[in-house]
Nanobody, 113 residues
């Protein structure tokens, strides 16, 4: 059973930055990885995706502000979030894409002054 551990969330002011990290217990070689977020009471939405050749796709609302990357040898995926807009709290999760693994605990992000 693959385990996912997300970290790096927190409270940040609008315009600020956060870097989320995701550590996977198994290999991520050959696996497309993705970041999702969920606001309480709403469905989880796909925020970013990164393929094995490091091609990326983003939710329109975060394009130009978020960047996802990966380090296969470390089994790690990252989400650099810049120019953050007010939101929150929102829980961010990483997983494989399409999602077949059990979800991790997520990491919570709140953007507020």
């Amino acid at each position: 059973q693959v385990q996912l551990v997300e970290s790096g969330g927190g409270l940040v002011q609008p315009g600020g930055s956060l870097r989320l990290s995701c550590t996977v217990s198994g290999t991520i070689f050959g696996i497309t990885m993705a970041w999702y977020r969920q606001v309480p009471g709403k469905q989880r939405e796909l925020v970013a995706r990164i393929t094995t050749d490091r091609s990326t796709n983003y939710l329109d609302s975060v394009k130009g502000r978020f960047t996802t990357s990966r380090q296969n040898v470390k089994g790690a995926v990252y989400l650099q979030m810049d120019s953050l807009k007010p939101e929150g709290p929102a829980d961010y999760y990483c997983t494989n894409f399409p999602s077949t693994w059990s979800w991790g605990q997520g990491t919570q992000v709140t953007v507020s002054s």
